[in-house]
């Protein structure tokens, strides 16, 4: 969906614009999700090129496997940003959005992974693992 949303962190360090074609939201349950978020992970998607700052002074970046890294506020401790290596598009974790996102959940991913101390409850597509 085309929109034009503002971001930011908790401490709004890291603030930023998006525009552009925005993915609707995957809940991630890899372990990586869990770990950086404490549960699943609810992600949107842009272009890179979709995103202008309005402020980053507090962004961070932690590779967190060969094939991926993941934006942060060194600040406030917010998870903002998942991005492949090689990859044109951005996560964005969507609790990031101000205000109304008009964005919808649509799948669930790494359901094999997911911990044991919550059940889906929603009728979404569920993948084992990644799905594009
Ligand atoms: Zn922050």
Known sequence: MKRTLIASCLCRGVKFKTSGEHRNVSNCHCIQCRKTHGSYGA????????IKYINKKTLKWFKSSNNAKRGFCNKCGASIFFKFKNSDNISIAAGMFNGKTGLKTMRNIFVSSKSDFYKITDKLPKYKRFSN
């Open 43 to 50: 992600y949107s998607n842009v272009k890179d090129k979709d």
